[in-house]
């Protein structure tokens, strides 16, 4: 059974690029969330996703940023226009359930030059 | 909403040595609480959880925490710790009502010299 699937590991994109980074959540998760981690920091909550529906998107950055998780396929977390300041490690995680803690995948780590 | 403070940025111990992470949170409403292992460019590993009942919750690799509501404390305890536990300790806490996400602590960075 595989784990927390997310690609790419590494991303480099130039300020003004557009960023898609993906996550395949575990066989029998159907909760997916995404989180920031900045240099020196922790984990920044962005967004809290189900099949087709955004739970929670309370840490999303306003303007820029967008999350999917369709029906079929990986979800998606889509950053447009980047800047340096979006340099980060960005972590999906899957749960089955609230109350059951997270799996997390390996990150995509996200160069803006 | 919920506040995690992880009170100890870095934690240095020798090998062997008994170890103590200590996680304090904030809430208006009951809780789940975790402990999550990163190593170095991986992904967070779940150590441990406490939903309800017992206190005192084991987990992997010989950890353990004890949830105090009184104090409202989680810390995490190890009695003798190895060179493979020098890691980042993140404590983390979510209501326990269907709201799904957790909010995490600033981590503990754990260094078992030899």
């Known amino acids: 059974n595989a784990g927390v699937m997310q690609n790419p590991r590494h991303l480099v994109r130039r300020r003004g690029q557009e960023a898609r980074l993906r996550c395949s959540p575990m066989?029998?998760?159907?909760?997916v969330y995404w989180y920031r981690q900045l240099p020196e920091e922790g984990l920044k909550f962005m967004v809290y996703?189900?099949?087709?529906?955004?739970?929670?998107e309370s840490g999303m950055p306003k303007e820029r940023f967008s999350a999917e998780f369709p029906k079929e396929g990986p979800s998606i977390l889509r950053i447009q226009q980047v800047v340096r300041g979006d340099s980060a490690a960005y972590f999906c995680?899957?749960?089955?359930?609230?109350?059951?803690?997270?799996?997390f995948g390996s990150g995509t780590r996200l160069t803006v030059v | 909403a919920q506040s995690v403070t992880q009170l100890d940025s870095q934690v240095p111990v020798f090998e062997e040595a008994p170890v103590e992470l200590r996680c304090n949170y904030s809430?208006?409403?009951?809780?789940?609480l975790f402990w999550y292992v990163q190593y170095p460019n991986q992904g967070l590993q779940l150590l441990l959880k406490?939903?309800?009942?017992?206190?005192l919750v084991k987990g992997i690799n010989g950890f353990e925490a004890e949830f105090n509501k009184s104090q409202t404390s989680f810390h995490l305890r190890k009695p003798s710790v190895h060179i493979s536990d020098t890691a980042e300790y993140f404590c983390a806490v979510s209501a326990n009502t269907n709201a799904g996400k957790s909010t995490f602590g600033d981590g503990t960075t754990l260094t078992v010299k030899p």
């Open positions: 066989k029998g998760h159907s909760h």
């Open positions: 995680a899957s749960s089955p359930g609230y109350d059951y803690g997270y799996t």
């Open positions: 809430s208006s409403v009951s809780v789940y």
């Open positions: 406490y939903l309800s009942g017992s206190t």
């Open positions: 996703l189900q099949k087709e529906n955004i739970i929670d």
